[in-house]
């Protein structure tokens, strides 16, 4: 279920009356990079934008090169203001017959650690009331580079 942690929070953050019902008002655009102490993230780690006054909510997965670039349920357009930031690593790929048992985990400790992909920057990057990462987004094309440190 490839992204649905994203439309997860966005499906909350509309059920909580934050959507808008689409921008109204003058909009931008915003792409760039995400890296981590200068090194790229694995593909497909989720960057999520919410406006602070309106809650509207955008996203955008990471290519392969570190690049993004938002979208949302209206498109590319967000509406201008401040965001707060959040990132997500990647889905896990593992099926249920992947998982190891309960039995497994206690005779191999090691089964229980997460995946590399899910250690490549710190935990409080994933929750809005810890990243620290807050944004402008201006009307027209914004470039948006973050480095987490």
Not at 6 to 19: Q, Y
Not at 110 to 122: D, H, I, M, V, Y
Request: some cysteine.
């Amino acid at each position: 279920m490839r992204g649905s942690k994203i439309w997860g929070v966005l499906l909350g953050a509309m059920l909580l009356g934050c959507s808008g019902g689409g921008p109204t008002g003058p909009t931008g655009t915003v792409e760039g990079t995400l890296t981590n102490k200068g090194k790229n993230l694995s593909p497909e780690t989720s960057i999520v934008f919410i406006h602070n006054e309106k809650g509207t909510a955008a996203y955008g997965m990471l290519a392969d090169d570190g690049s993004y670039k938002l979208s949302s349920s209206e498109g590319d357009a967000i509406p201008v203001g401040m965001y707060r930031v959040m990132v997500q690593p990647p889905a896990s790929t593992l099926t249920a017959e992947d998982e190891p048992s309960a039995e497994e985990l206690l005779d191999n400790p090691q089964l229980s650690k997460p995946a590399k992909n899910q250690n490549e920057f710190a935990f409080k990057y994933r929750q809005l009331s810890t990243s620290g990462l807050q944004f402008e987004v201006t009307e027209g094309a914004n470039q948006i580079d973050i480095d987490l440190k």
